[in-house]
């Protein structure tokens, strides 16, 4: 094991010592902030170059004399002659997205660049708009909003995250061998005014992300600073009311920021059972540059959460009038979930071809949730009521090292990094209880402690306007756990390495038309109960997948990506943690279209859409009843914005899922929706007034659903047919915000 690592990171770390005649510099805002993904293009040797996080760039074959062009969308383009090339600073203006200024061969990561415009021109103020921000990604709430979101991407019922990868400033989000089920993800602990960046890719094919990356990964960074301090309340229908507060608090230091954030949110939700939710998030970052740009940045959170819940309704008793939609067969499920963060990062230039990136990280996470999903199914006198608990420790750090280097006129970066992550769960229980109150049977106690090391390499060799990036990952995993429902102390182990390479090749067809194809492996881990119960077998699923696409600007202020892509899942064994057994999955095939839109209509007006078409079946299952319960095949969402129009903003949004099979023989359907929100915001000097409408045409819709065998209480035999969770009918709120 050693040894294979030593490797990888041998192979990442070598280089060609060449002779260069560098620039470094920095380039920042007019509040003195670093930008990063700044595009630098000399144009009289025509060497190029992009900053890195902390705002610093190191551009090639320059000297005194020669014309540099800096430019980033969203910012005023400036050409400068070079009078010097000691410490160069750069200040660029901020201004409106202009899409027409927008060159795709410029752009460091397009997909992550029209991520930030898209956060500039429709901003978010829930944690469940923060997912829907990633093209084709739907969410779905299904246990009076303290849970975390089910989550649906590609073909994928991703459960709460089993395979999309998620995490926020370099901290994981995905539980490994939670009480509730496999990379459960709870996002909440984010305030979403805090965000500053979505990075996101689709499918297994970087080297960078490891666990649960087989549909793909999204990262999450906050921001640095605050260009002022704000308060805002909103309240509406439903006893429902959102506070927030965001305070600067090292306005005019130099070279130090830090400022705190807290959110509070209550609301009843509109089920004639009382949600009786609230939220209470707490957020601090302290971010300090030394004189040669080197960052150090620390964060602290806290959330906590709690609810009651109605759980998921069967459409038979819907329909025949003994309860309404927003009715409940057992109102005593709900839970408390809380999460506290430590995270430290650290970025440094050692020279001008190297740079570092680490850090290190702490959490303490507590979950308790109380469900029933099949009534009366288990136990007819008491009913099938579920409890599931524990209680973790997670640490964890990363360090990764990038090195670009000239072989002859031949670019090449390579990012080489290790990663562990230890996790401590005590006390992860699932047992049978009434009413909340009285515990009847324990079906799985015990302690879990689980282990990740990993190793990657990534190598870029830039062709002129070829790019060719093969790269490999390494991930070794140590199982452990104690079983405290047997009556002899043992500790069961697996340890288990899985080798994930990637090649990737990207093409510059034209100034704004880039072709890609990307290939790889990627997988997830499965429940440490699983692990030690099946010896080890069929664990860690692989996934083998390919993307061939397009990024195109066919017009000046237009922007069209398209994808062709495959992915091809192994057969594993699952953890089903609502019934603590362990299940075989079959071989998966999943392929489909991704097609999204971006147009700037005037200055003030955007139109976005993103479509996916899917066709995902079971391998080994005969034809007919080879379909995968809940896997989207057609999914659209889409909207126009308003951004500054003399004060005025806001937007009309749209998400649209089709009906899916719910049964592997299409003989249960879940239906689909089409919901539209609508939102309108005014600001008048430091003041900004808002509405927003959720469901704005009041449409029937079942956010979450699944086929179920249930039972009530007053029937002799089980019926398999929807459970739903009703979405939200027609929802008001309104906003007042004061920045200062």
């Not at 610093?56 to 009078?83: E, Q």
């Not at 999309?164 to 496999?182: K, T």
């Not at 061939?548 to 398209?562: A, E, F, I, M, Y």
């Not at 071989?587 to 139109?607: E, P, S």
Request: hydrophobic share 35%; proline share 3%; with cysteine.
């Amino acid at each position: 094991m050693k040894k294979q690592i030593l490797a990888v990171l041998i192979f990442g770390c070598f280089s060609l010592v060449v002779t260069a005649q560098n620039l470094k510099g920095v380039v920042v805002n007019e509040l003195n902030q670093p930008l990063e993904a700044a595009y630098l293009y000399n144009e009289t040797s025509e060497s190029h170059a992009h900053t890195s996080e902390n705002g610093v760039f190191v551009i090639t074959k320059t000297k005194v004399g020669d014309s540099l062009r800096v430019g980033l969308l969203g910012y005023k383009t400036k050409t400068i002659a070079l009078a010097s090339t000691d410490n160069l600073r750069i200040i660029l203006e901020e201004k409106t997205f202009q899409l027409d200024e927008m060159m795709i061969t410029e752009e460091l990561n397009t997909v992550n660049t029209i991520s930030r415009m898209d956060l500039s021109v429709t901003p978010v103020n829930s944690s469940q708009e923060v997912l829907r921000k990633v093209p084709g990604l739907f969410i779905g709430q299904h246990a009076g909003g303290g849970k975390a979101e089910q989550i649906f991407l590609r073909g994928f019922d991703i459960d709460h995250g089993t395979d999309v990868s998620i995490s926020v400033d370099g901290m994981p989000v995905n539980m490994v061998s939670h009480a509730h089920g496999q990379g459960y993800s709870d996002l909440h602990f984010v305030i979403p005014e805090t965000i500053n960046k979505i990075d996101f890719g689709k499918g297994g094919y970087y080297a960078q992300e490891g666990d649960f990356n087989t549909a793909g990964y999204v990262n999450f960074k906050t921001k640095d600073y605050l260009k002022e301090s704000e308060i805002s309340f909103s309240a509406g229908q439903f006893n429902t009311l959102r506070t927030v507060g965001l305070f600067n608090l090292m306005e005019n230091t130099k070279n130090k920021n830090a400022y705190v954030a807290v959110e509070y949110i209550g609301t009843d939700g509109p089920f004639e059972s009382p949600q009786n939710f609230n939220r209470l998030n707490i957020f601090g970052k302290y971010v300090m540059f030394s004189p040669e740009n080197d960052k150090l940045t620390l964060t602290a959170s806290h959330f906590t959460s709690r609810w009651d819940a109605s759980g998921q309704i069967p459409q038979r008793e819907v329909d025949n009038g003994n309860i309404t939609r927003f009715g409940a067969i057992d109102d005593t499920e709900g839970g408390e979930t809380e999460r506290t963060n430590f995270n430290v990062t650290f970025d440094k230039y050692i020279d001008d071809d190297t740079k570092l990136s680490t850090n290190a990280f702490y959490s303490h996470y507590a979950f308790e949730l109380f469900s029933n999903f099949t009534f009366f199914l288990e136990d007819p006198i008491n009913g099938d009521q579920i409890f599931q608990k524990e209680d973790r420790n997670i640490f964890g750090a990363n360090t990764a090292i990038s090195h670009t280097r000239f072989l002859g006129d031949i670019e090449l970066n390579v990012t080489s990094g290790i990663g562990l992550r230890h996790d401590i769960v005590n006390d992860v229980e699932l047992s049978r209880t009434l009413n909340r109150t009285t515990t009847l049977e324990n079906i799985q106690l015990g302690d879990i402690n689980q282990t990740n090391i990993d190793a990657f390499v990534n190598a870029e060799f830039e062709f002129g306007k070829l790019k060719i990036a093969p790269a490999l990952r390494l991930d070794y995993f140590k199982f452990l756990y104690n079983d405290a429902l047997q009556t002899n102390y043992e500790t069961l182990s697996e340890t288990k390495t899985i080798l994930s390479p990637k090649l990737n090749f990207f093409f510059n067809a034209q100034d704004n038309l880039q072709l890609y194809l990307k290939s790889g492996l990627g997988f997830h881990s499965n429940d440490t109960r699983v692990v030690v119960a099946n010896g080890g077998e069929d664990i860690l699923p692989r996934s083998y997948g390919a993307d061939l696409g397009t990024v195109w600007k066919p017009l000046p202020k237009l922007v069209v990506n398209s994808a062709l892509w495959y992915l091809f899942l192994e057969q594993e064994f699952v953890y089903v943690g609502d019934a603590g057994i362990v299940e075989p999955s079959g071989r998966t095939r999943r392929y489909g279209l991704d097609l999204g839109l971006r147009y700037q209509m005037t200055d003030w007006l955007f139109l976005d859409t993103d479509a996916t078409i899917t066709n995902a079946r079971s391998i080994d299952d005969p034809e007919g009843q080879n379909y995968i319960p809940l896997a989207p095949d057609f999914t659209l969402t889409g909207g126009l914005s308003v951004d500054n129009l003399n004060g005025f903003s806001g937007g009309l949004r749209f998400r649209y899922l089709d009906d899916r099979a719910a049964n592997e023989d299409n003989s249960i359907v879940a239906e689909g929706y089409l919901v539209t929100d609508v939102n309108i915001n005014y600001t008048l000097k430091n003041i900004t007034l808002g509405l927003a409408i959720e469901n704005f045409f009041d449409v029937d819709w079942n956010e979450t659903q699944f086929a179920t065998e249930s039972r009530l209480q007053n029937e002799a035999q089980s019926v398999d047919e929807i459970h739903f969770t009703p979405g939200v009918p027609f929802f008001i709120k309104g906003t007042v915000s004061y920045r200062f």
